[in-house]
């Protein structure tokens, strides 16, 4: 049975002139920037006795469409195939729309397509990063300002930054401008209609959220189809060396997204995204992006910023100067285990949340209509940034 839909998934790829192997070409180009080798060659089988000559992008085309590969995805795409058609016959129904049975065949075998081609690109793209983290070393991670060439670190306003490094979060309006916000709400929302977002069991069986996530990387976005994400990771991608430029955190270049999805009375109880010693994940920044065009505070969904804890460097540095008062240290320590409300943050669209991962209680309030939220979590060690020399947090 493997082999037989091995053979179909080849067919698949080969139908109509073999637009499904054009497409995937495409895709797998406009991700890795192969756009000089020859389009002919690229993804089609290897004529008897040919070299293995081409570039990187025709390689591993030819390597993940081979029968043996495609027997491999058999399993995984046939389910993907059967949950997608499931989700597009339920909502047809529920549209009073029937199919009949030429139409439910040819609409399996475009997901057929769909998904095949998918796969090969997730494959693709993980054997890719598996080759580019091989010869990486965790140096390499640091985000230098000096090693960044995609233009100029100005994407964060003074304001922004500066309360970030004193409050422990900044608010930026407009961060992408234009209408990218409506590209990135549409593409989102696509992709939680493909049903990608699952939920995170663990925590919703203890009741401390009910969102759903999906994690991307750029290397798994279509850039024709998917523009707005595409634009949005890049600029993302941009802010560790920007922050290092200007508040030398240490932090540590990313290109891993987390999407939220939350429906209508959807929550995430009060928490922090990092932590010091035993809880410490290597979460140091948290950037937040709202992909909500017309969002207003009837929507509710407000993200509740708490006032910045004390890091363990700051409660050192003030048992030290109440160690000859007695009862000092207890009402400091009891101090930093009250949380006090600090600011309500509307996630209206196109705004950007910086926070401190370690120090910021945050908590996603009841919202009363669908509501997205793209996170970038930026790992930096605990120290550099957390408490300057002569800075002291405004209490």
């Given amino acids: 049975m493997l082999d037989v839909m091995a053979n179909v998934m080849n067919e698949t790829l080969d139908d109509n002139a073999a637009i499904a192997r054009h497409d995937l070409e495409r895709r797998v ?11 002919h060659a690229c993804g089609m089988p290897a004529e008897e006795g040919a070299s293995d000559d081409g570039d990187v992008a025709t390689r591993l085309i030819r390597e993940h469409t081979k029968l043996s590969s495609l027997r491999d995805m058999v399993p995984t795409v046939m389910e993907q195939v ?46 890719n990063s598996k080759a580019h983290a091989a010869g990486s070393v965790e140096g390499g991670l640091l985000a230098t300002p000096a090693g960044y060439t995609d233009g100029a670190l100005d994407s964060l306003t003074g304001d922004c930054i500066r309360n970030l490094m004193e409050r422990g979060y900044g608010v930026l309006d407009g961060f992408m401008g234009g209408t990218v916000v409506e590209d990135v709400f549409r593409e989102t929302e696509l992709l939680d209609f493909e049903g990608k977002f699952a939920e995170v069991q663990q925590q919703r069986m203890v009741g401390t959220r009910t969102d759903k996530v999906y994690f991307l990387t750029p290397e798994e976005l279509d850039r024709e189809k998917q523009p707005g994400l595409s634009a949005l990771f890049k600029k993302l991608i941009s802010i560790p060396f920007e922050l290092n430029k200007k508040c030398n955190l240490c932090l540590q270049a990313t290109g891993s997204f987390q999407l939220a999805r939350y429906a209508d009375q959807g929550f995430y109880q009060k928490h922090t995204d990092g932590g010091y010693d035993n809880l410490n994940n290597g ?6 992006y709202y992909a909500n065009p017309r969002w207003t505070s009837s929507d509710a969904g407000q993200l509740r910023m708490y006032k910045r804890r004390r890091n363990p460097y700051q409660i050192v540095a003030s048992k030290a100067e109440a160690a000859s008062v007695d009862g000092e240290v207890e009402a400091s320590n ?10 309500d943050v509307e996630p209206v669209g196109d705004r950007l949340v910086l926070l401190r991962a370690r120090d910021m ?20 060690p605990p120290g550099p940034g957390d408490q300057p020399d002569g800075h002291y947090t405004p209490s």
Avoid: W
Avoid at 283 to 288: V, Y
Avoid at 334 to 343: G, I, M, P, V
């Fill in 29 to 39: 180009r406009t991700g890795t920037g192969c756009d000089d080798a020859a389009p």
């Fill in 82 to 127: 059967q949950s997608m058609f499931a989700r597009i016959k339920a909502k047809g129904e529920a549209d009073k729309m029937k199919m009949d049975g030429e139409t439910e065949a040819q609409v399996r075998k475009d997901i057929l397509k769909e998904v095949l081609i998918r796969q090969i690109l997730k494959n693709i793209n993980a054997a």
């Fill in 283 to 288: 979460r140091k920044i948290t950037a937040i």
């Fill in 334 to 343: 009891a101090e930093d285990t009250k949380d006090a409300e600090e600011e």
């Fill in 361 to 380: 209680p945050h908590e996603v309030l009841r919202v009363g209509r669908k509501r997205f939220a793209i996170s970038m979590y930026i790992m930096g």
